[in-house]
């Protein structure tokens, strides 16, 4: 089935670093949710976003919907230890019945030692 | 935190063997989900139900079976559990009007 391209893979962040990612579709997306999982735990939403161009935070967190409606990033800011992890995106196609979502590989963050 | 269980949240099984994951939520969301997840592939649809009964497959539905009996449980069911399915198993819900899931915590299967 379709994933998203979701980069990088993986990232070495140095505590107060800014960290950017991003997913790509080849289709057009009317959904873009954003996900963080820690270790032995389950994915944890973090930022929903529902219409192109928009711009939502939470807290060091910024994600933004592309105007194209075919990407969305994912900015942390500051970044701190506890911010490591696995980050994953997830976006619907259409506004139909199916409630399926096309997920991206994640992006796993590392702390530098 | 919304409310989903998974039982249990760790099994060890040997091949052929029946294996029965169960999801329970308290949320009385419509749709659940469940999801393996295994290095390199990110999460991967098994089934999903949107309603008692109603249930449908996903992207990795072969060898898996669920059933939806009660709004509130989801259960997932390997017939004869294979070493292929070793993996960590999530169940997600999510409301009516909305895509946003929810994710439990997650049970850990070994198939030896």
């Known amino acids: 089935g379709q994933q998203l391209n979701q980069s990088p893979q993986s990232m070495f962040i140095q505590e107060g670093e800014d960290v950017s990612m991003n997913c790509t579709s080849s289709s057009i997306f009317n959904t873009w949710l954003w996900y963080k999982q820690d270790p032995g735990e389950g994915p944890v939403l973090l930022i929903a976003l529902y219409k192109a161009g928009e711009l939502t935070s939470n807290g060091r967190l910024t994600a933004q919907f592309g105007i194209t409606r075919k990407d969305s990033f994912l900015n942390i800011s500051a970044s701190i230890p506890s911010d490591v992890g696995i980050y994953f995106c997830a976006g619907k196609e259409g506004f139909d019945s199916n409630y399926q979502l096309i997920w991206g590989a994640g992006t796993k963050l590392i702390i530098k030692p | 935190d919304a409310g989903i269980t998974q039982s249990p949240r760790h099994k060890v099984t040997e091949t052929g063997t029946p294996v029965t994951l169960r999801c329970h939520q308290t949320?009385?969301?419509?749709?659940m989900y469940w999801y393996r997840q295994d290095p390199g592939h990110g999460l991967r649809l098994i089934h999903y139900?949107?309603?008692?009964?109603?249930?449908d497959k996903g992207e990795v539905s072969d060898g898996y079976s669920v059933s939806r009996s009660k709004t509130e449980d989801f259960l997932l069911t390997l017939e004869s559990a294979t070493s292929s399915q070793t993996s960590v198993y999530f169940c997600?819900?999510?409301?009516?009007?909305?895509?946003?899931?929810?994710f439990g915590p997650g049970t850990r299967l070994t198939v030896t």
């Open positions: 997600a819900i999510s409301g009516t009007d909305t895509y946003e899931q929810y």
């Open positions: 139900s949107y309603g008692v009964k109603d249930t």
């Open positions: 949320e009385n969301h419509r749709y």
